[in-house]
Nanobody, 126 residues
Framework: QVQLVESGGGLVQAGGSLRLSCAAS????????MGWFRQAPGKEREFVAR????????YYADSVKGRFTISRENAKNTVYLLMNSLKPEDTAVYYC???????????????????WGQGTQVTVSS
């Protein structure tokens, strides 16, 4: 069983920055791509970013491209999401998730991820 625990959320003013962390249990972390998703109040959960198992490939939603950076430290079983130039529309609960297949190809679809964290709240004030 894999457990994912997010941290680092909080309240920040527009234009500010936050770094989210997602710590994973288990010994196979380095074999799986990881993703970040978010869900704003009253909206469906949406894809934010993805990183390959080795960290060599990343993929972003257009809405965050150039502002957010996904990274990982396989030695620490941790994936990060650095969020810069935050906007009020970035307010959401942010979730990390693990790809359902080892060495999976890029995907922005929830159905391609099998383990999810509990989420961390990010609130951006205007």
């Amino acid at each position: 069983q894999v457990q994912l625990v997010e941290s680092g959320g909080g309240l920040v003013q527009a234009g500010g920055s936050l770094r989210l962390s997602c710590a994973a249990s288990g010994r196979t972390f380095s074999s799986y791509a990881m993703g970040w998703f978010r869900q704003a109040p009253g909206k469906e959960r949406e894809f934010v970013a993805r990183i390959s198992a080795t960290g060599g490939s990343t993929y972003y939603a257009d809405s965050v491209k150039g502002r957010f950076t996904i990274s990982r430290e396989n030695a620490k079983n941790t994936v990060y999401l650095l969020m810069n130039s935050l906007k009020p529309e970035d307010t959401a609960v942010y979730y990390c998730a693990r790809d359902s297949k080892p060495w999976g190809t890029s995907s922005k679809y929830e159905s391609d991820y099998d383990y999810w964290g509990q989420g961390t709240q990010v609130t951006v004030s205007s």
